[in-house]
């Protein structure tokens, strides 16, 4: 990080917009946000073509992140247009999971599953997710699974929690209540501060209906406790 602040700080035309797009993406992980945004906005104006769209890739996704759509969508539609193998899977995988909360849902499919069969084994995880996501929501319940099931099983420290408490609601709902069970536990257990919170509470109204009161009782209480819920 300091060799890409130094970098930044250094003044070379030639250097300074790749160090920019390099240290916005190191910030945005780093969920320091107003900063990563500033200087990815300024790698996108930057006109140096790298620079460009690595801009385009990381600000594009951060901006669908903060629901500014409108400004997300095109970004992540010229960098689509690159047909850059090496940023091609991620940027599909992005400009799907917008459009299927926009409600463009062919177009969404269609850019997820490109993803997916990318076989870039870092951006799966996601497309699998938001793609059964997208499936368990249009009632195909069989490839909705399928693909729930290889996400929950990627070690994914992000998406394998999420598709985990995704898989346990299909499950439930076709009765494989010890099944779901052991996947909100393992999605408790993962840690992951914004999954956590929501597997507890359905962990919990689990094991109510099963009349596990004080355990349940236990989960929902953390649940409402961590503002998760």
Request: net charge negative; hydrophobic share 45%; with cysteine.
């Amino acid at each position: 990080m300091q060799s890409l602040e130094a970098a930044v700080e250094s003044g070379n035309p030639g250097i300074v917009p790749i160090a920019q797009a390099g240290l916005g993406e190191f910030l945005m992980q780093a969920g320091e946000i107003g900063r990563a945004r500033q200087l990815l906005e300024a790698a996108v104006m930057s006109g140096n073509p790298e620079a460009v769209l690595i801009g385009q890739v990381a600000l594009g996704a951060l901006l669908s992140q903060m629901g500014e759509i409108g400004r997300a969508r095109p970004l992540l539609e010229a960098a689509i247009k690159s047909c850059n193998p090496l940023v091609l899977p991620i940027v599909q995988a992005n400009l799907g999971e917008l459009l299927a909360e926009a409600g463009e849902t062919r177009q969404a499919q269609q850019l997820l599953e490109d993803a997916i069969n990318s076989g870039n084994l870092q951006v799966m995880p996601m497309a699998q997710v938001c793609l059964g996501d997208l499936l368990m929501r249009a009632g195909e319940a069989g490839r909705s699974r399928q693909l729930l099931e290889a996400a929950a099983e990627s070690g994914h420290p992000h998406f394998g929690p999420i598709a985990q408490l995704l898989l346990s609601v299909l499950l439930a709902r076709a009765g494989e209540t010890a099944r779901a069970r052991q996947l909100l536990e393992a999605s408790v257990k993962s840690g992951n501060h914004d999954i956590a919170p929501v597997a507890q509470a359905s962990l919990g109204m689990l094991l109510a209906r099963a009349g596990e009161q004080e355990r349940a009782r236990q989960l929902l209480e953390v649940a409402v406790k961590s503002g998760g819920t």
